[in-house]
């Protein structure tokens, strides 16, 4: 079991960027694919961007693909990253972080996460 923690979220105005970290303190985290989802007001959460457990395999949504970029760093404390640029008022959403055994080296593996984290708010102001 693995407990996803996030930080970074705040308020931006369009066109600039944030940057979301998401750490655990289980050394096994380690093993596990990332990903970030985010649930805006009224709407479904939904899928943002995923990386497996060694990094070599990354995944976005269509509407972030080319703003938003996902990384992790696993060196002795495992945290992912999610780079926002150019952002845009769609895009305020609770952002969460979500872990899963499966390890992230297809699509597929996103579809259910096994841990999630509490989320952290991102503001776009237009």
């Known amino acids: 079991q693995v407990t996803p923690i996030e930080s970074g979220g705040g308020l931006a105005q369009a066109g600039g960027s944030l940057r979301l970290s998401c750490a655990a303190p289980?050394?096994?985290?380690?093993?596990?694919?990332v990903a970030w989802f985010r649930q805006a007001p009224g709407l479904e959460r939904e899928f943002v961007a995923g990386?497996?457990?060694?990094?070599?395999?990354?995944?976005y949504a269509d509407s972030v693909k080319g703003r938003f970029t996902i990384s992790r760093e696993n060196s002795k404390n495992t945290v992912v990253y999610l780079q926002m640029n150019s952002l845009k008022p769609e895009d305020t959403a609770v952002y969460y972080c979500?872990?899963?055994?499966?390890?992230?080296?297809?699509?597929?593996?996103?579809?259910?996460?096994?841990?999630w984290g509490k989320g952290t708010l991102v503001t776009v102001s237009s």
């Open positions: 990386i497996s457990w060694s990094g070599g395999n990354t995944f």
């Open positions: 289980e050394r096994i985290f380690v093993t596990y694919g």
């Open positions: 979500a872990a899963d055994r499966k390890g992230g080296s297809r699509r597929s593996n996103f579809n259910e996460m096994e841990y």
